[in-house]
């Protein structure tokens, strides 16, 4: 058994990202734990003003999926939808490296460095600094996952997804879909990318690239084998 934390952004790039890996990992008997950074719902509030019952429901479908997924934990920080650029990084960093401290995971999923979404990149940055392979570091594999309608919409000549590996996700496709539907507000109507149909094309396509029925890809940004 391992521990496994994901860094989200956003409350849903954890499962529109690795969701069946997530699901995987669990069956296995692996501890999962997610930690998100923003809420993902103040970008949208009008006047200023943060419906609160918005934010309750966007955790509630969190927790949920989590749930679905058979995750361990769900963690939120709460910081501003679309402004962890206004965070200095270095708090960002010192909150991911708290978690870390107190859970000691082997295996952490974050976002594509190359994602359109500012909080996305910055989420990649503050996790590759806290998991610096330095002496009694617990991590050992560090993995970043695509989120459709951030990672393919970057311009071009900005740092593309180039997967290298590819996890076999068809015994929980099931279970991945079930936690999407948790999230069924943040969902949109085909073609749009964030749908289930464009979800699921999606991972026919990365899993006919490995010869899989059905997969979800990764960058490998660090892996670490010990003596």
Known sequence: METV??????????VLGCGGTLARHAAAGDAVHVLFLADGVAAR????????GALAARLDAAREAAAILGLAGVE???????????????DLVQAVERVLA????????????????IDHRLAHQAVLTACRPLPGCSVHTLRCFEVPSSTEWQAPGAAPFE???????????DRKRRALQAY???????????????????????????GLAHAEAFMVARQIVAG
Do not use: C, K, M
Request: avoid cysteine; charged fraction near 20%; charge should be negative.
């Open 5 to 14: 934390l994901v860094v989200a952004a956003h409350p849903d790039d954890e």
């Open 45 to 52: 509030a009008v006047g200023g003003s943060v419906d609160p």
């Open 76 to 90: 939120a920080l709460g910081l501003p939808d679309n402004r962890l650029d206004t965070v200095p990084l270095l």
């Open 102 to 117: 107190r859970l000691d995971p082997q295996i952490v999923y974050t976002h594509h460095h190359g994602d359109l979404n």
């Open 163 to 173: 997967p290298n590996l590819f996890i076999d996700v068809t015994a929980t496709l």
């Open 184 to 210: 069924g507000a943040e969902l949109r109507t085909f073609p749009h990318p964030r749908s289930i149909e464009a979800i699921e094309a999606l991972g026919r396509w990365r899993g006919a690239s490995a």
